[in-house]
């Protein structure tokens, strides 16, 4: 009997002591208010990041590996908590990466990675649209017309020859100034090209001839140029880079590249074919995932900033903010919107699976292995 009467006494005191802490936190209403609060906090953190989400942002980018530093140092001094995840390489790389992760995306955001190929993300519903601060002063060229954007432009990047010209002296050989120049037959062996399907700087080139020239003709072009190729390369830098140490003298690469080789001391010249350069835009979009971040819409905001133009401008002589009217680095064309040939962008990203299976059927038997 005393242990049944123990018992019965500690069950009251238990009782009474839960009902103290219900007095304390309210009528049983404000419990359930406080637990609908708490799921719409809940609600919140899908769309926009807990706030140890938003201390950490993953970026895929196929922006220059000696750019990307200089480029991030005015966003690293305003957001020095965030940690930076950058996953670099190539753009058809990239674009491999992000199509095999499309059920289960890593990414948070692309930011400077061909125009042509977030289209391609974006055929396939894996975009996030959002309209970055500052829009609005973004050349309509270098921008998705859709509102809120889908891509944003950061600046065009186009075509370009490395010649070394020392190379080419020894043997007796003139700098190819034009496309058709390439087709000489003393240039056998010769040329070095990206490989359209893991270089942007490739697709540009080749999508390019092919809005250049037509389906027919351009085919037949590549086809006499492939007997001068010596070696497809996976990187759109790699061709100026080999021209500049004259394994290959003659690189089909990309303006900057070319002009970096040139600057850094070696016996590079510079050419922009005459007949107008293929081009892209290197441009950013927000990865659709189940769970946004709001530093992902920061980030994106930041990457069209007069500070960022800036540092971009130093690179590129076409930028997407004033494009008419940057400033033009030392060894690009006096008129760089003007080399750029007539390109439609939307079409080159809905041919481009087309162009690409085309491409490796003909010529891939001159690509250097993968690493």
Known sequence: MKKRSLTLILLCAVLMILSACGSANGSGEN??????????????????????????LTIYTALEDDQIEAYLATWKAKYPDVKLN??????????????????????????????????VLDQNGMIEPYSPAGLERVDAKFKDSAEPAHWVGIDAWETAIAVNTVELEKKGLAIPRTYEDLLKPEYKGLITMPNPASSGTGFLTVSGLLQLKGADAAWSYLDKLHENIGLYTHSGSKPAKMAGTGEYPIGISFGYRAITEKNGGSPVEVVFPA?????????????????IKQVAKDFLDWAITDDAMKEYNKNYAIVAVNASEGAIPEGYAKNPLEQLIDYDLQQAAKDRDGILAEWTKRYDGKSEPKS
Do not use: M
């Open 31 to 56: 419990t359930s208010n406080a637990n609908t609060e708490n799921q719409a906090n809940a609600t919140t953190a899908a769309t926009d990041g807990s706030e140890a989400d938003n201390k950490e």
């Open 275 to 291: 007949e107008g350069s293929g081009w892209d835009v290197e441009a950013n979009a927000l990865v659709k995932k189940a769970s």
């Open 86 to 119: 950058i996953v670099r390489d190539s753009t058809g790389i990239i674009t491999a990466k992000l199509l095999a992760e499309k059920d289960n995306p890593v990414a948070d955001v692309v930011w400077g990675t061909a125009a042509t190929s977030l289209l």
